[in-house]
């Protein structure tokens, strides 16, 4: 929904008095609505206090990932995030080529509150939607401040600070439900991995098979491939290393399993053979956090 500066101080005062918003609105939280936040707007109310005024209507891109090349601490990977209902950014990440947001693109699925958090580096920053969608208001410097907003329906959603749009400081939100592969359990640990697209590598036929460990994702070689494998009992999986990435390991949710201490030698390999079905999951220690998760189906 587009939100007028008379809808932003409503949802301000709200979020003030602790009121619950509604899914598809926002509030802001933190912020002095009558600081003087240095954006140069000139203008003010009747009793002298300055007012937002949005420094222009901006339209979305024809290509995101075009009008994304030059967004600060993008690298063309979005993080897939929000399967708990909640998602996160923070807004005012140094990176080396400028303030921008982190994640600079996350994918949520529908029904995701996303939250910025102001970090309080480099002055004073807003989020707007290209499209009009959500705006936080008047930008604000204050570390501790944080704007929300529930996305409901499926689609792309481009972002700035409007301050600093030429500068490099925008984002995306992606909505759009998650891949499946209609396992339940695999889906909901492998989600976050970003090479993960609800696809399984069957191997059901083979006597053996192997899985890579540093493959390209998560922000570096920090993935397996495949990331979901499906093996027939009797079955024995090998991972091999592929010397990228830093230094990794292999470590089982589901059994008492694991590779030894991360290590990076592309020499290394760890094998395992699944005598009983079931669904094994798995992931380097170092790097579970981000992604680097992979899962064993074994019928």
Request: with cysteine.
């Amino acid at each position: 929904m587009g939100h007028t500066p008379a809808r932003r101080d409503v949802l301000h005062a709200m979020s003030v008095t602790g009121v619950a918003t509604l899914a598809g609105c926002s509030s802001v939280t933190g912020v002095d609505s009558t600081a003087d936040d240095g954006s140069g707007s000139g203008e003010s109310t009747a009793d002298g206090e300055p007012t937002y005024t949005p420094v222009s209507e901006l339209s979305p891109p024809d290509s995101l990932e075009d009008w994304l090349s030059d967004a600060n601490g993008y690298e063309g990977e979005r993080k897939r995030t929000g399967t708990n209902g909640r998602a996160e950014l923070r807004l005012g990440r140094e990176y080396d080529d400028g303030l921008g947001f982190s994640p600079v693109v996350i994918e949520v699925p529908p029904m995701t509150n996303v939250r910025w958090n102001w970090t309080g580096h480099g002055g004073a920053h807003n989020v707007a939607a290209l499209d009009g969608t959500f705006d936080s208001g008047r930008p604000n410097a204050q570390s501790g401040t944080s704007y929300h907003y529930v996305f409901e329906e499926p689609g792309t959603y481009p972002f700035v600070s409007e301050p600093d749009r030429e500068d490099g400081m925008k984002g995306a939100v992606v909505v759009k439900e998650p891949p499946s592969t209609g396992y339940e359990a695999v889906d909901e640990w492998v989600v976050h991995s970003d090479n993960f697209d609800g696809s399984i590598a069957d191997e059901t036929d083979d006597d053996a098979a192997s899985v890579a460990v540093g493959a390209e994702g998560n922000g570096g070689h920090l993935a397996f491939d495949p990331p979901v494998l499906k093996v027939s009992p009797g079955t024995t999986v090998v991972w091999e290393w592929t010397g990228e990435g830093g230094s990794t390991n292999v470590a089982f949710e589901d059994l008492d399993v694991r590779s030894g201490d991360p290590t990076a030698d592309p020499e290394t390999t760890f094998e395992h053979a699944f005598e009983e079905p079931g669904t094994y999951r798995y992931s380097s220690l170092p790097h579970e956090a981000i992604g680097m998760r992979g899962a064993v189906i074994v019928e």
